[in-house]
């Protein structure tokens, strides 16, 4: 069963570090380009960041840009989000997610499985 799931959620004081990790079963990890997407109180999902199915390509949204850094592991089939400098509006639910291309394009389309999230809140 193909299976995405995310950790590394939790409560941070604002300026504070996560790293969130998305591990993968069920399907090869390898050949699909992973993103991380976030969906705040009241508002819409959005594509945070995209990394290409060989690690040669990347893309964030202007808002986390210099502040999050996205990697995987292949072999051991996990995508991670590297979350530093949080501020208050970076509380969201996080999502990985695998697309049905190996690229990443800056519309964030195409999505083929989704995990269930993890909760990131960033309060004093």
């Known amino acids: 069963q193909l299976q995405l799931v995310e950790s590394g959620g939790g409560l941070v004081q604002p300026g504070g570090s996560l790293r969130l990790s998305c591990a993968a079963s069920g399907f090869t990890l390898g050949y699909s380009a992973i993103g991380w997407f976030r969906q705040a109180p009241g508002k819409e999902r959005e594509g945070v960041s995209c990394?290409?199915?060989?690690?040669?390509?990347?893309n964030y949204a202007d808002s986390v840009k210099g502040r999050f850094t996205i990697s995987r592991d292949n072999a051991k089939k996990t995508v991670y989000l590297q979350m530093n400098s949080l501020k208050p509006e970076d509380t969201a639910v996080y999502y990985c997610?695998?697309?049905?291309?190996?690229?990443?394009?800056?519309?964030?389309?195409?999505?083929?499985?989704w995990g269930k999230g993890t909760l990131v809140t960033v309060s004093s």
């Open positions: 997610a695998a697309f049905g291309s190996r690229l990443c394009y800056t519309d964030y389309e195409g999505v083929d499985y």
């Open positions: 990394i290409s199915y060989r690690s040669d390509s990347t």
